[in-house]
């Protein structure tokens, strides 16, 4: 049958059966795509979930990481805030003896100032120095006895033998309840 077919004809018969296997495949290559995306969405869907709760679960690893961090630090700090509660609240030694100098009256002076210490509490204070009247020595003395920072102050019999040019060496006992 082809044989009856002019040439010009056959050519076109055969252009034609061309492009219909060539459409053919190409609708079989589209469906077969089609048919591949629509059974690989589920499988997307699945593994884009599953990456996202890794990511999700990294980051709350970090997230717990950083909160066993900060409860670490935050029960530190309690244990140093603990530590500061039990150290006694006693004045710097610089205060004790600029209170101790502002209470002398006119005509004191010091030669030297020695503070015990007791398991890190202040212990009493050893002040050595000069008066030019044991006046001014009794007087020093009942001011630092009157003084809220200190409770006692005593100085020896014998510092107040002389008149004049007194040597003294007092002891000063710093009162319990310091404000």
Do not use: W
């Amino acid at each position: 049958m082809i044989n009856l077919i002019p040439p010009a004809g056959h050519k076109a018969i055969r252009t034609e059966y061309f492009m219909r296997v060539g459409a053919t495949y190409c609708l079989l290559f589209a469906a077969v795509a089609i048919l591949l995306i629509v059974a690989l969405v589920p499988t997307y869907v699945l593994v884009r979930a599953q990456m996202s709760g890794a990511i999700a679960h990294e980051g709350a690893q970090e997230e717990n990481a950083d909160i066993t961090q900060i409860e670490n630090d935050v029960a530190r700090t309690e244990a140093i805030i603990a530590e500061l509660k039990n150290i006694p609240a006693t004045p710097r030694m610089s205060t004790i003896i600029h209170e101790i100098e502002k209470s002398a009256p006119e005509g004191i002076s010091f030669r030297n100032f020695m503070v015990g210490h007791v398991k890190d509490v202040l212990g009493p204070i050893q002040v050595e120095g000069l008066a030019d009247r044991r006046e001014n020595l009794v007087a020093f003395k009942q001011a630092l006895e009157a003084h809220a920072l200190f409770e006692s102050a005593s100085v020896p019999i014998a510092d107040l033998a002389r008149d004049r040019d007194v040597s003294f060496s007092m002891t000063i006992v710093l009162s319990p309840q310091i404000p």
